[in-house]
């Protein structure tokens, strides 16, 4: 698998044929450095002035490591390998001075890479890109939609981080179209009013919340709630572009199958009849735990035939959905877990309909909150 930065581009629509195939990945191979080997001494991030957007907070809500491995985040990463990339890009308005940084989250620094750019807008942009070797060292050739989807949780955990900074209107892009950045996410300086209800979210979240955020350790039983089911449903159809994907819930008894939303969001609906969760179970790259777990938020679509910029487009756009669903999950008291490896996870056939055409792309594994006391039992 190539590196993204590599003259020549990713395959990527034969990378995501080889993900979704049976084929298991051969042995693990080194993972390189945890951190981009950016440029130039690293500093610490200042203190922010009152009308100054706060970068030292914004980056310890979104993506700063807490523990000395790098593996624990507020961003949950498959495997915990983390091979998401930051460069900021800070114009005026902000607790550093303008220019080009690299962010470092395991020390928590930045590292001067460029002057500033002629035209930058106020505040921060942050260009997301991925170190490819991370990954692939452990998950092999089915790396690739990994990559995208942690990128679409980094965009997510951004823009919740401003939210909670009372940041102006952010600009989040993830149109597919460059590998390098994969998404760029533009947070202005704050302006001087309340923090506006998110629309990917019930109401704005708390440090504590961004903070708390983690992938809850398998097992997790127990059905959600009717009510946190829907909400979790329609947080993340609000954040899933459109039509561009499609998203249900598979549930267990009294009566098993797929669950959507219905028109207006107010209320679920029967989409198939059924116990499906087995079947993901073995789609899952044989994560026997799911076919347990109280319900699995599902995000399909991305037909075989996609082109590269719908892939991209797609899989960022699953990841960053599912950052939101997880947040409004676990502020409902449930516990989740993103689950983003899928093998033969064609959902369209398996429902009757012509196959390549509708694949699971990313799912969130849901439950209660007895699970977290069963494993510490």
Known sequence: MEHPREDRPVDLAAAL?????????????PAGTAVRPWPGPPRPIPEAGPADLDLRTLLRLSLAASDTSGRLRPTPSAGALHPVDTELVVGAGCSLPPGRYGYDPLRHRVHPVGPPVDGT??????????????????????????????????????????????????????????????????VPPPDGRSPKRPAETEDPPTPADLLARRSTPPPLPGPPP?????????????????????????????????????????????????????????????QAWLADAGAVLLAHGCPTDAD????????????????????????HGLA??????????????????????????????LGTRHADEENST
């Open 121 to 186: 807008p106020p505040g921060v942009t942050a260009a997301l890109s991925v170190t490819a070797q991370r990954t692939v060292s452990h998950y092999g050739h089915r790396a690739w939609p990994l990559l995208l989807l942690d990128t679409g949780h980094a965009a997510a955990a951004l823009l919740l981080a401003a939210r909670v900074l009372g940041a102006g209107e952010c600009d989040v892009r993830m149109d597919g179209r460059t590998e390098d950045p994969l998404a760029v996410v533009r």
């Open 17 to 29: 044929a080889r993900a979704r195939s049976p084929e298991r990945p051969g042995p693990g191979t």
């Open 308 to 331: 590269t910029a719908h892939i991209r487009r797609a899989h960022l756009r699953a990841g960053f959905a599912v950052h939101l669903a997880h947040v409004a999950a676990l502020r």
């Open 336 to 365: 989740a877990r993103p689950v983003g490896s899928w093998q033969q996870a064609d959902l369209g056939a398996a429902l009757g309909a012509a196959p390549g055409r509708d694949w699971v792309v990313h799912a969130l594994a």
């Open 226 to 286: 009717h009510d946190a089911l829907r909400a979790v449903l329609a947080t993340a159809e609000r954040a899933g572009d459109g039509g561009l994907l499609r998203w249900c819930a598979a549930v267990g008894p009294p009566r098993p199958g797929l669950m959507e939303l219905a028109p207006g969001g107010t209320a679920l609906r029967r989409h198939a009849s059924g116990e499906a969760r087995p079947t993901l179970a073995a789609w899952a790259a044989g």
